[in-house]
């Protein structure tokens, strides 16, 4: 959070509510919020109540006018033209005061990218939090496959019989979705040569809804080759009924 340490052609935030027709404290609340992320920054000061004679001193934020069509576009947006009417009686350069178009297009791009960026950081954390929650359900060893289990590689073959998805997609959608099937436990392998190692199943439902939903999210890019948000690239797919 950055702190302006002068405040020329300020706004108060008790000016911005009285244009937004919001509560102070909201608008107050809005305008650390944007400071936090860098998208504003402001002055903090104290001034006497306007609630009469007695009353205890309110604190007030004051912003720049750039920085106050950002938090005007983030609360009531509909009141763009009251803020251009505010900066026009404010100012001696009228003609300094950007278009309403210019300004909030401005802010709308900023606000957005801030979305965006916030957007992809939940997305890290699900991932993680998806995988560790994995880890811990693999911790079970069982000593034979369950019915209606399957491991890795019955994974591949079915699912490349259903999508015509290669190997190396589905290991990706099995790893990196959030949403990717749980293991239901590890199987100790008891071939002689394994030497007592262990793999992992899937209920087999869980990994047909899985793909399932996969395929349903996939975007064409040509007309054999798919992109999906959650794997980088382009991959084949063939649905097989």
């Given at each position: 959070?950055?702190l302006?340490?002068?405040?020329?052609?300020?706004?108060s935030?008790r000016?911005i509510?009285?244009v937004?027709?919001?509560?102070?404290?909201n608008v107050?609340?809005t305008?650390e919020?944007?400071?936090?992320?860098?998208?504003?920054?402001?002055t903090?000061?104290?001034?006497?109540?306007h609630?009469?004679?007695?009353?205890?001193?309110?604190?007030?934020?004051?912003v720049?006018?750039?920085d106050?069509?950002?938090?005007?576009?983030?609360?009531?947006?509909?009141?763009?033209?009251?803020?251009v009417?505010?900066?026009?009686?404010h100012?001696?350069?009228?003609?300094?005061?950007?278009?309403?178009?210019?300004?909030?297009?401005q802010?709308?791009?900023?606000?957005?990218?801030?979305?965006?960026?916030?957007?992809?950081r939940?997305q890290?954390?699900?991932?993680?939090?998806?995988?560790?929650e994995?880890?811990?359900?693999?911790?079970?060893?069982?000593?034979?496959?369950?019915?209606?289990?399957?491991?890795?590689?019955?994974?591949?073959?079915?699912i490349?019989r259903?999508?015509?998805?290669?190997?190396?997609?589905?290991?990706a959608?099995?790893?990196?979705?959030?949403?990717?099937?749980?293991?239901a436990?590890m199987?100790?392998?008891?071939?002689?040569?394994?030497?007592?190692?262990?793999?992992?199943?899937?209920?087999?439902?869980?990994?047909?809804?899985?793909f399932?939903r996969?395929?349903?999210?996939?975007?064409?890019?040509?007309?054999?080759?798919?992109?999906?948000?959650?794997?980088?690239?382009r991959?084949?797919?063939?649905?097989?009924?």
């Open positions: 959070m950055q302006l340490t002068t405040k020329p052609a300020a706004m935030s000016e509510a009285d937004v027709q919001k509560r102070h404290d107050k609340r305008i919020t944007l400071g936090e992320k860098g998208l504003v920054r402001f903090q000061s104290e001034e006497t109540s609630d009469g004679p007695g009353s205890r001193p309110v604190e007030v934020y004051f720049n006018e750039r106050s069509y950002v938090v005007v576009a983030q609360l009531s947006p509909e009141f763009t033209a009251r803020l009417d505010y900066w026009q009686a100012k001696n350069d009228v003609a300094q005061i950007p278009t309403t178009a210019e300004a909030f297009a802010a709308f791009r900023m606000l957005a990218d801030a979305e965006q960026r916030d957007a992809k939940e890290r954390l699900n991932l993680i939090d998806a995988k560790v994995r880890i811990e359900t693999a911790q079970t060893v069982l000593s034979a496959r369950p019915a209606n289990s399957e491991s890795i590689m019955h994974i591949r073959d079915r490349w259903l999508f015509g998805l290669s190997d190396a997609t589905i290991d959608v099995m790893r990196q979705t959030p949403y990717a099937p749980k293991p436990g199987v100790r392998n008891e071939h002689a040569a394994a030497e007592g190692s262990t793999y992992a199943i899937y209920w087999q439902k869980d990994v047909t809804a899985t399932e996969f395929a349903s999210e996939c975007k064409p890019a040509s007309k054999l080759l798919f992109t999906h948000p959650y794997l980088e690239g991959f084949k797919m063939v649905r097989r009924e």
